[in-house]
């Protein structure tokens, strides 16, 4: 009988990704939703502290991708209330459940982000170090992982992925830099120097199955060995689509003028250290950005 896993956050990029490769790997997946149409979906709504119970029932494993967007509208104060709310509550509303229920899963897999350590610079950062700012991000990524260890404290093995930029042609950072390459515009923001510590979506969803797989507990950096400037990023995309383009740089003054305190997400500099996760024995498929994109465009063409 192969394993049941219930992803929450099952809709979004990494999420359906993830669903899939589960699947191929012979998990059963089950999927929370404020609206299931299907038999392997099941009703929750965070906000409300709603989880239909039926969605525990011999799950071995939960992994919880859950939560409002970061970059999809702008940082009012209601709108960063709601992103760091749908973190805590999405964990909150499942260890109410699992308590409630005394279900005791596996494991516990939890997203974070590397906006836990704020505009960290040139500095490598690995999972013991501290947050070098007070920033939104930093803040948020704190809360969100503290929510996690609700979960941990049942006894439950829980994991927390600190996750880089998904690379990915169908959304997320990489389909923004694609579109003014169709029309030969490299657009790079402020100088370019920023770090940026990227993972492609693959290796990311093989971690996170890998997590399942093996003893690992606490958290991880979810990126890849080699992380690259921005700038570098638009240029080797650009080599990856085989589009001559001109390089142009979106001032930083103008990217703060028009996002606000959201420019943070596009401006601020990781260099962070994948070590940790490859002490564990996983092997990541595609440690360099010339093959990670190469493959992409390869998948996703038309």
Partial sequence: MSKIILLAGGSGLVGARLSALLRSAGYSVRLLTRTPKAPHEFYWNPLKGELDPAALDLVDGIINLAGAGIAEKPWTKERKQEIIESRVLAATVLADALKAGNIRPEMYISASAIGYYGNSGSQRMYESDKPVDDSFMADCCTQWESAAEMIAHLGIRTVKFRIGIVLDTRGGALAEIIK?????????????????????????????????E??????????????????????????????????????????????????????????????????????FQFPGLNDALADLFKRNQG
């Fill in 214 to 283: 093996n003893p690992l507990e606490g958290i991880y950096n979810a990126v890849a060995p080699n992380p690259e400037t921005g700038k570098s990023i638009v240029t080797q995309t650009a080599k990856a689509m085989n589009r001559p383009s001109i390089r142009l740089p979106a001032p930083e003054f103008a990217l703060k003028l028009v996002l606000g305190e959201m420019s943070a997400v596009v401006l601020n500099s990781n260099l962070v250290s994948s070590e940790k996760i490859q002490g564990t024995g996983f092997e």
């Fill in 180 to 212: 003014p390459l169709r029309f030969g515009l490299g657009v790079y923001f402020a100088d370019g120097s920023a770090w940026w510590s990227w993972i492609h979506i693959d290796d990311l969803c093989r971690m996170m199955i890998w997590a399942l």
